[in-house]
């Protein structure tokens, strides 16, 4: 899933930092880090096991992208809750999971500017290609 926030006001390309976040074990994460790489861009990488998931940013991601679309139910993480803690989820529910299991997050979310790419499908793959190349390829 991809979506572009509304528009903010103009910011030098030295400013748009890449960063994804991600685990350093997933194997999307890293894909999408040797992606980047292979095309001279060098992602800001946020380990959300490592360094946590802050409140403001999740809030965001939830308000772009919806917090279906955040969490992950093909985890381990998902598969060990109880059973008890996965049912009749709601908006304020899943936001508290996600805050104290930031394993639940899908992954890689990666955010350049107001682009904010969940997973690393084609789709999102796409996206970040042309999103690099609107901006030069300077991000990062």
């Known amino acids: 899933m991809f979506h572009r926030d509304a528009p903010r006001p ?20 890293r894909k999408a880090v040797a992606f980047l790489k292979a095309r001279d861009c060098s992602p800001q990488f ?6 946590g998931l802050d409140e403001d940013m999740l809030d965001r991601w939830i308000g772009v992208v919806g917090w279906e679309a955040l969490l ?11 059973d008890g803690a ?17 394993t639940l997050v899908k992954r890689p979310v990666i955010a350049l500017g107001d682009l904010l790419l969940v997973g690393f499908a084609a789709a999102q ?9 609107s901006r030069g390829a300077a991000a990062g």
């Open 10 to 29: 103009a910011q030098p390309d030295s400013l748009m930092t890449l960063t994804l976040y991600g685990l350093k074990t997933c194997d999307s994460c």
């Open 46 to 51: 946020h380990d959300l096991r490592a360094d």
């Open 72 to 82: 992950n139910r093909r985890s381990t993480t998902w598969r060990a809750l109880p």
């Open 86 to 102: 996965k049912e009749g989820l709601d908006p304020a529910g899943a936001r508290r999971l996600l805050l104290d299991n930031p």
């Open 125 to 133: 793959q796409a996206a970040l290609v042309e999103a690099l190349e």
